[in-house]
């Protein structure tokens, strides 16, 4: 058992290496970030113009979601990693993984872990920067359950993010592009998992069944359990949707796994 886990250390240890090595380019994103920030503090501060809420939430709420869900974007989010899996398949390098005792989505989640903890470390000194400008517009509800929610709400959102990244990776079994794919998963993505605008915004039938959708757990639910959008009720029910959309997806992982290496040894041979 330990000897197992030993291996999957050593792929974090190495994605931590790797990826401190190109630092600067997470921090140059990071602070690129900061004018997305500006654009949403310029767009929103119009729409409130004239009226103090909307949907319930005044100004500073709505500026504390974005810039929430900017330091999870960091933490959580898949980046490029369905492209790194694609480049394995279509490059053969994923043939040394068939021949040694490792399991490739364990493998490739070690490394994901190590880039987030990176980059998630990296958002900050931008932050620290902007933090004189924002701070007055930051305001977060202190009730003590939120902090036991939003870890495993947290850890479950990046294992969705992830597996669909690696699902997407693992079409290049079959198509040998799959930016098409992920462009349009990105687009998808970025409405229903509220990172366009808060989702509770939404007409409430259409709300609703957003709920159900794995976008909706990528993003919009831990941003909506920390800037106190949901309740304890809603957040409860919402870990068992996560919890139950993460099986769906490992499954899925497997299946595509399974029959994609079916597909790949019979290419070569």
Excluded at 118 to 124: D, P, Q, S, W, Y
Excluded at 253 to 262: I, K, M, S, T
Aim: hydrophobic share 55%; aromatic share 18%.
């Amino acid at each position: 058992m330990l000897s197992s886990l030993e291996k999957y250390r050593q792929a974090f240890l190495v994605g931590l290496q790797s990826n401190i090595v190109y630092r600067w380019n997470f921090a140059v994103r990071g602070f690129f970030s900061l004018f997305h920030l500006a654009v949403v503090f310029i767009l929103w501060g119009a729409a409130y113009a004239g009226t103090d809420k909307i949907g319930g939430y005044d100004l500073r709420q709505t500026l504390t979601y974005f810039i929430t869900l900017l330091v999870l974007q960091f933490f959580i989010s898949a980046f490029n990693e369905d492209y790194q899996i694609s480049e394995e398949i279509r490059n053969g390098l994923i043939n040394q993984f068939l021949l040694k005792p490792i399991n490739y989505f364990l493998y490739r989640f070690s490394i994901f872990v190590a880039a987030r903890l990176v980059t998630g470390a990296l958002i900050f000194l931008p932050l620290l920067v902007a933090m004189p400008f924002i701070h007055s517009y930051l305001t977060f509800p202190l009730d003590a359950w939120r902090l036991a929610v939003i870890l495993p709400a947290l850890a479950l959102s990046a294992l969705i993010q992830f597996s669909i990244a690696y699902c997407f990776g693992m079409l290049t079994f079959w198509f040998l592009e799959i930016q098409g794919f992920v462009i349009l998963s990105m687009a998808i993505e970025s409405v229903l998992g509220g990172q366009v605008f808060p989702l509770d915004l939404l007409p409430a039938w259409i709300y609703r069944i957003a709920q159900f959708l794995p976008f909706y757990y990528q993003m919009y639910f831990p941003g909506a359990i920390i800037t106190g959008r949901i309740e304890l009720t809603q957040a409860l029910q919402g870990l068992v949707i996560q919890a139950g959309w993460v099986i769906v997806l490992l499954l899925v992982n497997q299946l595509l796994w399974v029959r994609g290496l079916r597909r790949h040894t019979a290419v070569g041979g």
